[in-house]
């Protein structure tokens, strides 16, 4: 099988890092990272703040200070992240490039030690099983997607 291990490149588009604004819950990101940091913030004001926020790595240390962080978010993060992934894919664009990822293996390999959403490398990391939730995550949704169009021509025909 078909492994994409790095969110680089002809791959950028997977990384929650690429810039693509699409409409979460009313509000229109510049990129999924600060869809989900935005996530942090229990009222809709302190949200907005973050549908400006173009850079992603601001979006990603400004959410780590986000006060209102509520206790039960590891919990609750993945679904929000399955629910951003959703709507950034529903951009009909972008779903047609995850679908053409076919059905290779996604993972984000990485070095900065994150075995939760993906794959560290590094060293120290190699030996530890990764979780690789943000591609499980990206996969559901490409199944969901070829599903949906499948559907769709078996209407057609
Ligand atoms: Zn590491």
Same mark, same amino acid.
């Given at each position: 099988m078909e492994? =994409?291990?790095s969110f680089r490149d002809e791959y950028r588009f997977l990384s929650n890092f690429f810039q693509y604004p699409f409409v979460f819950k009313g509000l229109q990101y510049p990129n999924a990272e600060a869809a989900f940091q935005a996530q942090k913030c229990t009222n809709d004001e302190d949200?907005?703040?973050?549908?400006q926020v173009k850079n992603p790595v601001r979006a990603k240390q400004m959410g780590k200070k986000e006060p209102g962080l509520r206790k039960d978010w590891? %919990?609750?993060? &993945?679904?929000? /992240?399955? *629910?951003?992934e959703r709507a950034k894919f529903a951009v009909p664009e972008l779903g047609e490039m995850?679908?053409?990822?076919?059905?290779?293996?996604? *993972?984000?390999?990485?070095h900065w030690h994150d075995n939760r959403w993906g794959?560290?490398?590094?060293?120290?990391?190699k030996n530890k099983t990764a979780q690789n939730?943000?591609?499980? =995550? %990206? /996969?559901? &949704?490409?199944?969901?997607l070829s599903e949906a169009k499948e559907n769709e021509q078996q209407k057609r025909t």
């Open positions: 492994k =994409i291990t949200k907005i703040k973050y549908t590891d %919990l609750i993060s &993945v679904n929000i /992240m399955l *629910e951003i995850l679908l053409s990822t076919g059905d290779a293996y996604l *993972e984000e390999g990485n794959h560290c490398t590094c060293d120290k990391c939730l943000l591609g499980n =995550i %990206l /996969m559901q &949704v490409r199944t969901e």
